[in-house]
DNA sequence: ATGCTTAGCTTACATCGTAAGCCAATCCGA
DNA sequence: TCGGATTGGCTTACGATGTAAGCTAAGCAT
């Protein structure tokens, strides 16, 4: 009424608009945001809206439901691993470089978004054999990769991704716990009918998918455990 | 009105009883069952209620609050620990035997319980320095006897302590997560005001509390990064 | 008998995710 | 220039959820 219109004038958005215009990724980033401030609890469609300056209704035009959302949050946030000048740059010096590369990029971005990293550790992942916090078919390619061109037979590679990926998960998600972090029950989610994914830009994960889905928990577990045990060993006295 | 009074006769319950009045343990037995059929995210207070045949808000005599609920089932859960024999049993056979028990003790409990094992995993503990999955005062003052009767310095115990939780945590997460469990996030929690603990019973606490609060996950994270990628040079060729 | 206590029920409310439909502003082809 | 189509956000509405408040009937002790 008595505002004279806003969002003015033809040039469109680009300029100062103070109400830039919503769209997807834009949501999302607000999303990661909101979670970081105030944990994923609290994160709702009507809270959100009101961030963005709008109503819970008009993020159903870019976003199916806050399950998608919460996706969509988790991908945005993963996305900066790649952006990582210490991460990405492929692996120069060998694999154990590129692992410790990996694992510090990794635990940074944990550190960094405490309440949005269990998002990142619990929330089920587009195929079964994707585990996280690892968890984009771009980050398991490139490790199957590296570990493979150095010289790991397919199944060492792949129980080498088993391994990283179950020690990233264990100490990163207790350093962010004891943070203060909403590790616990963030939200529940249905497990998901496994979308059939197109391992087409994947040549590794294309080849190794039988391998990757194979169950080897329980030697997985015996030999973490021993070296565990082994490690402490040295502790003792 | 048509029925001829049900809960019949004086004989107070005991008796054939098909509805045996409610109680706490009754109540968290049955979320804990419930859970395991059908995930935590089905878990509702008027559900749980009518599995009970009995309406939502009975359970709140006995029960303060969901949240609650939930901390309770995962104790009644965690207390299968302590009944299982193959676990229990003083450290006979030197602190290797023990963490060996235990560790294939809560990979027991969390095969047998997989929905339920998640809550184990990410709901927050009682202290901040009690680590999941190995979550109670009671798991730990025994874990920090076992290994400082076998020669560990306290430091060295604490230590322990610390990585053997991570251990377990990123292995069994993973685990059950394979198996459909609804790890991701199961419900979300406020971080828990540090409920001061009476450590009258647990001696070894009391003494090693400064140390459990202490952060060393920089120091944590970089030893098992290495121990791991050693293990790992092992799988190479 | 009388009043107290107990255990479960009923009602009510705020908040949530989201389905359905509305409406004004913009865009586009004539 | 215009008039329909499209777009983007809004309004309303519904069922589910956790839980506060108060009720009530059965059993108890006096």
Redesign the pocket.
């Known amino acids: 009424m008595s505002e004279p ?1 806003r ?1 003015a004038s ?1 040039d ?1 958005g680009k300029s100062t608009a103070e109400k830039p ?2 769209d997807r990724q834009r949501i999302l980033e607000a999303g990661a945001e909101f979670i970081e401030q105030f944990g994923p609890r ?6 959100l ?1 009101t961030e963005l ?6 993020l ?3 976003i ?4 998608n959302l919460l996706d969509g949050i988790v991908e945005v946030v993963i996305d900066e691993l790649y952006q990582d000048p210490e991460v990405y740059a492929e692996p120069r010096h060998g694999w154990q470089d590129y692992l410790l590369r990996l694992a510090h990029g990794l635990r940074r971005l944990a550190l960094a978004h405490p309440q949005v990293f269990p998002l990142i550790a619990t929330r089920p992942t587009e195929a079964p054999w994707v585990r996280p916090p690892l968890r984009s078919l771009r980050w398991v390619e490139s490790f199957l990769k590296a570990l493979t061109s150095a010289g790991f037979s397919n199944q060492a590679a792949v129980d080498a991704y088993r391994a990283f990926s179950s020690f990233l998960l264990g100490h990163l998600l207790l350093e962010v716990a004891a943070l203060g972090a909403d590790v616990g029950p963030v939200d529940d989610v249905e497990p998901r009918p496994p979308r059939s994914t197109d391992l087409d830009d994947y040549p590794l994960l294309q080849r190794l998918q039988e391998r990757l889905s194979e169950d080897r928990s329980e030697q997985e577990f015996e030999e973490a455990l021993e070296s565990l045990l082994d490690r402490l060993e040295a502790l003792q006295n």
């Open positions: 219109e969002r033809g469109r215009r919503l609290h994160l709702t469609m009507r809270r809206g300056g709008v109503e819970a209704m008009s159903y035009r870019y199916p439901s806050r399950e």
